[in-house]
């Protein structure tokens, strides 16, 4: 995101607030593919690292406490990057609102794809009627 922003200058790399940004887009990625992966880990025997899983081992808890768990983790790292543009030095507003743009970006992808799931292009609004089946190639 850098290239398309512009560089940052040293110092906002290294404030506590810029950093406070980028760790909350990236466990807000992670944490949003733990919940949808789940059953798809679980199919494929991969499901060891998810977080999911992690807090209901760890806490002993059943499937749906560990996801409402990680869901207002969640939810609290979301928070976090929607007030970044407003907390981290000036200069780098446009590049936290680039990561907000990526996190939706993230979200969407998951919806689309139809990887974790039933395909939800008809949520999105994907075209219907004869000729329009590239608007489901991914599905």
């Known amino acids: 995101m850098e290239h ?4 940052l200058h040293p110092d906002v790399l290294r404030s506590r607030e810029f950093r406070t940004a980028v760790d909350a887009f990236v466990d807000a990625v992670s944490l949003h593919n733990d919940i949808v992966s789940y059953d798809r880990e679980v199919e ?3 499901i060891g690292n998810n977080g999911v899983e992690v807090a209901r081992r760890a806490l002993g808890v059943s499937r749906r406490e560990a996801t409402a768990l ?7 790292r979301v928070d976090t990057l929607a007030h970044a ?5 000036p200069g780098a507003a446009g590049f936290t609102r680039s ?5 939706a970006g993230s979200y969407l992808w998951h919806e689309v794809t ?7 292009a008809a949520a999105v609004g994907k075209p219907r009627g004869l000729g329009t089946s590239a608007g489901y190639a991914f599905c």
């Open 4 to 7: 398309a922003v512009g560089e």
């Open 114 to 120: 139809g990887r974790f799931g039933p395909c939800g």
């Open 85 to 89: 543009p407003a907390a981290v030095p």
């Open 99 to 103: 990561l907000q743009e990526a996190l």
């Open 44 to 46: 494929e025997g991969t």
């Open 70 to 76: 990680i869901d207002g983790l969640l939810t609290a």
